[in-house]
């Protein structure tokens, strides 16, 4: 399964970053897309996701600061970060799958991710 996060980078506290996901079409359409962070020296943790129909969950660490928003056409799925922290510092992940593979991170792949680095 191809999964290509992009739009990471180094940026101030209490600034944005916009990080995007493309995946394939017959994954976008079946899968509940979810983004993950994971922290240096701590396990990967599920930050936000979003159901085909639109529907969204959030972390609590990170709800009313983070957007998760999908483009069907496009197959992508968005997370627009505002007011970051610099506990978000991490490499960021997307994957889809079923509520049950989201939680459990169960997964047969992963992509490459891209790394937000948050500076004081």
């Known amino acids: 399964v191809q999964l290509v996060e992009s739009g990471g980078g180094l940026v101030q506290s209490g600034g944005s970053l916009r990080l995007s996901c493309k995946t394939s079409?017959?994954?976008?359409?079946?899968?509940?897309m979810g983004w993950y962070r994971q922290a240096p020296g701590k396990q990967r943790e599920l930050v936000a996701a979003i159901s085909r129909f639109g529907s969204t969950n959030y972390a609590d660490s990170v709800k009313g600061r983070f957007t998760i928003s999908r483009d069907n056409a496009k197959s992508t799925v968005y997370l627009q970060m505002n007011s970051l922290k610099l506990e978000d510092t991490g490499v960021y992940y997307c994957?889809?799958?079923?509520?049950?593979?989201?939680?459990?991170?169960?997964?047969?792949?992963w992509g490459q991710g891209t790394q937000v680095t948050v500076s004081s």
């Open positions: 994957n889809g799958g079923s509520d049950e593979a989201l939680r459990r991170m169960a997964f047969d792949s």
């Open positions: 079409p017959v994954m976008f359409s079946i899968a509940i």
